[in-house]
Each structure stands twice: as C-alpha cells, then as structure tokens.
C-alpha cells in the first residue's frame, strides 16, 4: 500500500526559511521520480517542483525557481523541499506525490508576520 507523508509545514514569518519532508512507503521509492505540489486558499492546485528517481535532474515552477529546493534521501524513502526567502503568496497546502496518482494528506505552510 503506497503511504506519502508529509511534514514539516507551519507558521513561518515572510523571508524565512522551512525545509518539508515527505516520507514514502510501500513502493520502491528510489525507482521513481516524485514531486511536490501546492494549494493555496481558493486557487487550484500547482506543480512546484519535480526530482527524478535518483536525485539528479530538478526542475521547478517559475514562481518558486531560485528559492526553493527539492532532493531526496533514497535510503530513507524521503523527498524533501526546501523553501526559503517565503512569502505570504507561498501560504498553500503541501502535497507530495507519486505520478500524480498517489498523494500524501499534505502540510499547510503560512507565511505571516
């Protein structure tokens, strides 16, 4: 059974910093690429970030390309993204998926002062 869970999120204050984990179990984790999404309130869901299966190829969205940064532990099944320079336009739910088809519940992150 495919399990995602993410952690990590909270409140940050604008310019900081949070590091997201997503932890995965039940599949051969490092046989597949991963990828973050978010929701922010009231807006439909986005890619952000995407990492190929063993760590080397990263792309990002536009709007997150230069702050954030997305890696993986495969010995730990886990895909992390990290975000920094945040913004209150970064407040969103945090999801984690595998093709899109699995998805973890999601970590909300608020950027407020």
């Known amino acids: 059974q495919v399990q995602l869970v993410e952690s990590g999120g909270g409140l940050v204050q604008p310019g900081g910093s949070l590091r997201l984990s997503c932890a995965a179990s039940?599949?051969?984790?490092?046989?597949?690429?991963m990828k973050w999404y978010r929701q922010a309130p009231g807006k439909e869901r986005e890619w952000v970030a995407s990492i190929d299966s063993v760590g080397v190829s990263r792309t990002f969205a536009n709007s997150v390309k230069g702050r954030f940064t997305i890696s993986r532990d495969n010995s730990k099944k886990t895909v992390y993204l990290e975000m920094n320079s945040l913004s209150p336009e970064d407040t969103a739910v945090y999801y984690c998926?595998?093709?899109?088809?699995?998805w973890g519940k999601g970590t909300l992150v608020t950027v407020s002062s």
């Open positions: 039940g599949f051969t984790f490092g046989t597949y690429p």
């Open positions: 998926t595998r093709s899109e088809i699995y």
